[in-house]
């Protein structure tokens, strides 16, 4: 009669042969050796480790007796040299003695299992003992035991694993291979009968399953064709505005490239940017950035001919392909229409939005003979339309790659120069109108670049920003300037307050408070001795953000001047609401005076305005005598230019405070 394995599944077949041959008796094994070897092993560990304790208290005896310390300390020192004590403290009875202490690690002096005794000599106490011991001491036997017990077990499982081998080849490795056959049929397709399983197990059941699934798979292939279309169409264009994307594009110029290469035809390639569509995120949500952008693919699309191709390439950046790129005239024509589409004002969510682009434009052949440099030079155009100042377009010139080389190579000086310190400050004067008296000065930042000398920030600054090293750069000034007023001030030096310029990007970082805070933590430097000084287009930009940060600052008790006053969109509503402590006229408002009519008039309101306000005025750029005594005369307060003196390193502004302390007349004459 045929013998049969009862119905239980694979997983519970497995388990209980696992747990039969394997487990129960390893573990009953090892759990019997340990507890045994534990039972045997501890009270011989105690016993040890009072007589370590008692050998060592005796030791102890005569050296305590006769105060000989030298012998102590060696009494104490081979004590914890054994190998079961991790710390020892001896404490004596005599008056005025510090306990001896010895431990094997520092961190953890009196860790482990403690035991004391008293020292005694003839009835008499001398001291105390103590020792601790290491807890561990019976588990390192334990490990040394463990070898055996592993050899042991190492047997039980090459056994084990004899009667497993039948086991899983009968119930799991057999019933596996008829599933692979029967797999390999239906991937392939084949027209065969479905595979018959009379087995009621886990793998038979499977096999049932298969059978079901082979039916499926010819209407599944029929789907799936059916979805390949649709997905080759969403992988090629974009999900938002539908436009083709760059794997699209990139097929539709090389095949175009190819036909004009082939017929001596000219195509043009248009590199779109959104300019500052970034503060559209950031002040309306990225919502209202992704309907903008679908609004302005839309208008794109419409405003070229059918045959040329608009591609959304990433972000905010899109790409025009024209198919004729001759004549001249006409691709700039076309450039200028589709400046003047995205520049038309739209609603989104009851806001008007008016952006502006840059347009880098690229000619094949001319500027290049494959896609992908015809896309990098439309691509740099379109920089060199930003640099420019924005909202236009920019043809491309081999001259640009030039300029682009040189704009990385100066980045690339930036960063090794913030890490070899390279940077200096020079300190501008700022004085009393009427006195002559030193009021303060302003921070100016200068690269002492070592092959060009002395670099002015003019040359530098648009650099720094564009890589994102500005606000590095800033932290760099705010740090250093508070640094010399701790210097100044332990020297005693009348310095007065020292202003340091803050770009627009490095005010709208949420760390330059952090860093304020902490660099007038570090030097001790007061809310009085510091201003920050901000061009008044920072202040009119994203006045939220502004107020918030401006809010901040007056928190930390700086005050605030608002530098190059008059040349930016001037608003009195801003200086009611931020309030700030100063306002520098702007230097092209001194240079013709006291000669040009209208620059005395704008002069003239801007003190009175800023007298009547309670807000202190700085006159940049005073050079003769003659703008000195018209702006003292109308009441401005301040003076800051060559005729006082020029930016200085910090021991030139040193000497000129030191003049200026002991000069017996003043610097200006009596009007």
Same mark, same amino acid.
Request: net charge negative.
């Given at each position: 009669?045929?013998?049969? $394995? ?86 004596? @009875? ?66 084990? *694993? ?41 793998l038979g059941q499977l096999g049932e399953h298969l059978n079901e699934v082979h039916e499926q798979i010819d209407t599944l292939f029929a789907q799936l064709e059916a979805q390949k279309a649709e997905l080759e169409k969403i992988a090629l264009h974009d999900g938002l505005t539908g436009l ?29 940017d959104v300019d500052r569509f970034k503060s559209v995120n950031d002040t309306l949500g990225h919502a209202a950035g992704d309907r903008l952008l679908m609004t302005l693919a839309t208008r794109l699309r419409a405003a070229v ?182 210097? $100044? ?48 287009? *920072? ?63 704008? *002069? ?43 930016? @200085? ?23």
């Amino acid at each position: 009669m045929r013998l049969r $394995w009862p119905m239980l599944s694979i997983r519970s077949t497995v388990l209980i042969a696992i747990a039969t041959a394997v487990l129960a008796p390893t573990l009953i094994l090892w759990h019997l050796e340990q507890r045994l070897t534990r039972e045997a092993q501890q009270p011989l560990i105690e016993q040890n480790r009072k007589a370590v304790l008692l050998m060592t208290a005796s030791e102890l005896v005569g050296p305590m007796w006769s105060l000989d310390e030298d012998q102590m300390r060696r009494v104490a020192q081979r004590a914890l040299d054994q190998p079961s004590v991790l710390s020892l403290r001896l404490t004596e @009875q005599r008056p005025l003695t510090q306990p001896t202490v010895l431990t094997r690690d520092a961190q953890l002096p009196f860790s482990g299992v403690p035991l004391k005794t008293p020292i005694l000599h003839e009835g008499e106490t001398l001291g105390e003992l103590e020792l601790w011991f290491d807890p561990d001491q019976i588990d390192r036997l334990l490990a040394e035991r463990r070898q055996a017990t592993i050899t042991l077990a190492a047997l039980q499982v090459m056994l084990s *694993v004899l009667v497993l081998l039948g086991v899983l080849y009968r119930r799991l490795l057999a019933p596996i291979g008829r599933l692979k056959r029967q797999a390999s049929e239906i991937a392939s397709r084949a027209d065969v009968e479905p595979v018959r399983w009379d087995r009621r197990d886990e793998l038979g059941q499977l096999g049932e399953h298969l059978n079901e699934v082979h039916e499926q798979i010819d209407t599944l292939f029929a789907q799936l064709e059916a979805q390949k279309a649709e997905l080759e169409k969403i992988a090629l264009h974009d999900g938002l505005t539908g436009l083709p994307n760059r794997a699209l594009f990139r097929e539709l110029t090389q095949a175009a490239v190819a036909s004009a290469a082939r017929d001596g035809n000219r195509l043009a390639l248009l590199f779109i940017d959104v300019d500052r569509f970034k503060s559209v995120n950031d002040t309306l949500g990225h919502a209202a950035g992704d309907r903008l952008l679908m609004t302005l693919a839309t208008r794109l699309r419409a405003a070229v001919r059918a045959s040329d191709v608009v591609c959304r390439h990433s972000g905010d950046e899109f790409l025009v392909l024209l198919h004729d790129g001759s004549p001249w005239d006409e691709v700039a024509a076309t450039a200028d229409r589709l400046l003047k589409e995205m520049e038309r004002p739209l609603q989104v969510d009851h806001h008007e939005i008016a952006v502006s682009a840059s347009i880098g434009v690229a000619i094949y052949p001319d500027d290049a003979a494959d896609p992908e440099t015809l896309v990098r030079h439309a691509d740099t155009a379109m920089y060199a339309a930003k640099h420019l100042g924005r909202a236009r377009v920019s043809f491309y010139r081999a001259e640009f790659n030039a300029q682009l080389q040189a704009t990385l190579q100066l980045e690339r000086e930036l960063r090794h120069a913030l890490a070899q310190d390279e940077f200096v400050l020079h300190y501008q004067p700022q004085v009393d109108a009427g006195s002559g008296e030193l009021l303060g000065c302003e921070a100016l930042i200068r690269w002492q670049h070592p092959q060009q000398g002395l670099v002015p920030p003019l040359q530098f600054i648009g650099a720094a920003e564009h890589c994102g090293l500005i606000s590095e750069l800033g932290a760099w000034t705010i740090r250093s300037a508070c640094a010399q007023i701790a210097r $100044w001030k332990a020297a005693g030096l009348a310095f007065g307050c020292v202003a340091v310029n803050v770009s627009a990007l490095e005010f709208r970082n949420h760390r330059l408070i952090d860093t304020l805070t902490r660099a007038m933590a570090d030097f001790g430097v007061q809310p009085h001795e510091l201003e920050i000084e901000l061009t008044e287009s *920072v202040l009119m930009t994203d006045t939220q953000t502004t107020q918030r940060i401006v809010e901040r600052l007056h928190g930390l008790g700086l005050p605030l001047a608002v530098d190059d006053f008059g040349t930016g969109y001037s608003s009195l509503a801003y200086l009611k609401h931020l309030r700030p402590s100063k306002i520098k006229i702007d230097r092209s408002f001194i240079a013709d005076l006291p000669g040009d009519e209208d620059d005395r008039v704008l *002069v003239q309101a801007i003190v009175q305005l800023a007298r009547a306000l309670g807000i202190r005025v700085v006159a940049e750029g005073v050079e003769t005598a003659a703008q000195r005594d018209f702006l003292h005369r109308i009441g401005c307060g301040t003076l800051q230019g060559y005729l006082i003196s020029r930016p @200085q390193p910090a021991a030139g502004f040193e000497a000129f405070a030191h003049r200026q302390a002991g000069a017996e007349a003043p610097l200006l004459t009596t009007i």
